[in-house]
Structure formats: C-alpha cells, structure tokens
C-alpha cells in the first residue's frame, strides 16, 4: 500500500454514499469512515496523537491523517477505471440526489420484504449514503412508522420517502452535516444539521408538528426516534 502510493498526487478528492475517494491519478484510495473515522490536515510537527492510525506525508510539510478511535474504518487501493466495479461499489443502490431515484423503484426493491422500513432505508444497496439519524428524518417527514413492514407500504409513500430524502440530504449537505458526539473537521468546522432535526435525538421533546412527545425505539437493533401520533 505504501510503496504504491508513494510520490502519487492527490488530484480529486470525490465520494460516492459513504464511499471517500481519494484520486491519484491511475490508483485511488477508497476509505469508509464506518462510525468514529475523520481526517485531519496538520502539520508534520505537530504531535501524533493516540487515534491517528494512518499519516499520509505531504510535501508542502503537512499530514493527512486518518484518526479512528474504534479502528473500524476500511481503506482499499484500487485502479481508478475499476472503483465502480468493486466489490464494495458496485453492489450500492442510488444515491438520494441521484435523478433516478424514484418512489417506483424504492417501491419495486421493497414491496417483497417483510423488513421494517427503517431497515431497508439503512441498505445501502437499496438507497446509497442514508445513514441513520437520516432515516429517521426521512420516516418523520414521509409519516411513515419506522417499524411498518416494506411490504406494507403503498407506492405513494416510496414517493414521499424519495422526495423526503433528496430533500433532507440536500440540506444536510449545504449545512455540513449533523453534528453529534465526537465528530469534528479538521479544522474544528462542525456540522450545523442537528438544529434542523425534528426527531432523531428529541426523545421526550414535544413534535413539532403535532406535540406528542417523541419516543425512542430500537428498529434492526438501531436507536430509533419518531413521533407516535405522525408515525402511526
């Protein structure tokens, strides 16, 4: 890995769902964050510290370093022609501001499975790059209950979940994400989404459509927020 590397130029930095890639001409480097990862862009001299499992020397005197405190990010080298052919790639679904999203072809992935929604919104070969606490603001703002089975919802609610999600996303992403417990950039730049949650992390506030209080659930062994009275 490293000897292959070695002298590249980063020349695009892209990613696909939760998928980063960075380019190096002919290689590229995929690396998925999985829960705690982030990168950090600081000087060689500073001090490693405890969680920085990976440094990229950079010639202008700085590092790139990949901190993991749980160690269950992934990195992969591969020949930049085949990343859409991988393995790990190739099996994703579309992602949510992608045009061909659709509530027919979330409903026609779904109608079969005996699933909670919740869970098939967290597949990622069915919608590439929701994560959980997205999936929840998706269910709200669809009024769809998180544990209602896939194969009980109408091909109108797939159309709001897509509408949902391309909506959310987009904003989300303007926004720098959602900022919750130990994710920081590095440049100590956080995410401002989390003011626009209505749900997910509002356990026992009020819905701010109706008033009932949010509760909290565990749906495919994930937290699970929603409002009882908008989700029924």
Same mark, same amino acid.
């Given at each position: 890995f490293k000897n292959s590397i070695k002298?590249?130029?980063?020349?695009?930095?892209s990613n696909y769902g939760k998928w980063i890639f960075l380019v190096l001409g002919d290689l590229t480097i995929m690396s998925h964050l999985r829960m705690e990862g982030k990168y950090y862009y600081?000087?060689?001299?500073e001090r490693i510290e405890k969680h920085e499992h990976i440094i990229f020397h950079l010639?202008?005197?700085?590092?790139?370093?990949?901190?993991? #405190?749980?160690?269950? %990010?992934?990195?992969?080298?591969?020949?930049?022609?085949y990343i859409y052919k991988t393995k790990e790639i190739s099996k994703l679904g579309i992602e949510p501001d992608n045009s061909s999203l659709t509530g027919?072809?979330?409903?026609n992935a779904i109608h079969k499975l005996k699933w909670p929604i919740k869970s098939a919104l967290l597949?990622? #070969?069915?919608?590439? %790059?929701?994560?959980?606490?997205?999936?929840?603001e998706v269910l709200f703002a669809s009024k769809i209950n998180p544990g209602k089975e896939c194969c009980k919802v109408s091909l109108k609610?797939?159309?709001?979940i897509v509408e949902s999600a391309s909506r959310i996303i987009s904003k989300a992403t303007k926004c720098g994400g959602t900022t919750i417990r130990s994710y920081t950039s590095s440049l100590g730049v956080k995410g401002n989404y989390q003011?626009?949650?209505?749900?997910?992390?509002?356990?026992?506030?009020?819905?701010?459509?109706?008033g009932s209080i949010i509760k909290k659930t565990r749906v495919g062994g994930r937290g699970t927020y929603y409002c009882p009275k908008c989700q029924k």
């Open positions: 002298g590249h130029i980063i020349t695009k930095v600081k000087d060689s001299k010639d202008d005197g700085y590092d790139l370093r990949y901190h993991d #405190t749980r160690k269950f %990010g992934v990195m992969k080298l591969v020949k930049t022609e027919k072809y979330v409903y597949d990622q #070969t069915i919608i590439n %790059g929701l994560g959980n606490i997205y999936a929840d609610s797939c159309d709001l003011d626009y949650l209505c749900v997910h992390t509002k356990e026992g506030e009020p819905c701010p459509v109706c």
